[in-house]
């Protein structure tokens, strides 16, 4: 079983950064590819980033060049560094998981960009 922890969520201004954490505890001994999702009020829930047990990384268009997904695996957490935010990144943003057939999500953390 795995469960995954969110933080590092807030308000920031247009143009402002953040760097969300997700961390992952549970019955596992082997590391397992990671994502981050995203999801705004009416709209569906979207893959922002994704990061495989290679460290192969993968991004939306909408976030490339500004976001960055990277793992420190002792720590069993995976980052979001988030830069040059804007409205329109306003969601809230989940980590997720597979492992062994199941999903995993964890609970979300809330990044608001506003003035």
């Known amino acids: 079983q795995v469960q995954l922890v969110e933080s590092g969520g807030g308000l920031v201004q247009p143009g402002g950064s953040l760097r969300l954490s997700c961390v992952a505890s549970g019955s596992f001994f082997s590391l397992f590819g990671m994502g981050w999702y995203r999801q705004a009020p009416g709209k569906q829930r979207e893959l922002v980033a994704a990061i495989t047990s290679g460290d192969t990384t993968a991004y939306a268009d909408s976030v490339k060049g500004r976001f960055t997904i990277s793992r420190d695996n002792p720590k069993r957490t995976v980052y979001l560094q988030m830069n040059s935010l804007k409205p329109e990144d306003t969601a809230v943003y989940y980590c997720?998981?597979?492992?062994?057939?199941?999903?995993?999500w964890g609970q979300g953390t809330q990044v608001t960009v506003s003035s």
């Open positions: 997720k998981t597979d492992r062994a057939g199941v999903t995993y």
